[in-house]
């Protein structure tokens, strides 16, 4: 029951923070900025992005209430706060404010975290680490359209 409630917890916090990123994207995938931008041969269609962070919010989540379960402490928050601010000011600095180096800057610190959250608590977390890494690999993938991105226009 303990970790169901923590579950909700981490799941309303980590959609809350998706949809304040969408929001403050402003048109963000479909605007005339970015699709006129250079892109990775690589990149996913936009549909794709909803769908992923869907199921990577629900790993996430699920991930973060059984690690807060087995280690609830400050540096567990810390990371995960961490994690929330990154991922909502990316979506704004990229997409609103049209900051590409800064937000390399941003994505590639995100990826740092979560990365941190893998190696930290792998042998915690065992074999649950795989509720991390549809996050793990989906950051990795769009650092690289980022620095893509960065790079070519």
């Keep these: 029951m303990k970790s169901l409630k923590f579950f909700l917890l981490f799941l309303v916090i980590n959609f809350s923070a998706l949809g304040?990123?969408?929001f403050l994207m402003g048109d963000g995938a479909t605007s005339q900025w970015y699709t006129s931008l250079n892109q990775a041969p690589w990149t996913p269609p936009n549909w794709m992005?909803?769908?992923?962070?869907?199921?990577?919010?629900?790993?996430?989540?699920?991930?973060?209430?059984?690690?807060?379960?087995?280690?609830?402490?400050?540096?567990?928050?810390?990371?995960?706060?961490?994690?929330?601010?990154l991922?909502?000011?990316?979506?704004?600095?990229?997409?609103?404010?049209?900051?590409?180096?800064?937000?390399?800057?941003?994505?590639?610190?995100?990826?740092?975290?979560?990365?941190?959250?893998l190696v930290t608590?792998?042998?915690?977390?065992?074999?649950k680490n795989i509720l991390i890494l549809p996050y793990v690999i989906w950051i990795f993938v769009a650092t690289s359209l980022n620095l893509y991105i960065l790079i070519n226009n």
Excluded: D, E, H, R
């Design 121 to 127: 608590y792998f042998k915690v977390m065992k074999i």
């Design 20 to 22: 304040l990123g969408v």
């Design 87 to 117: 991922n909502v000011a990316w979506n704004f600095v990229f997409f609103n404010q049209y900051q590409l180096f800064i937000g390399f800057i941003i994505i590639t610190a995100l990826t740092f975290i979560i990365t941190v959250f």
């Design 49 to 85: 992005f909803g769908a992923a962070w869907t199921l990577i919010m629900l790993c996430f989540s699920l991930y973060m209430a059984l690690l807060y379960l087995k280690q609830p402490t400050k540096k567990v928050i810390t990371l995960f706060a961490l994690q929330v601010v």
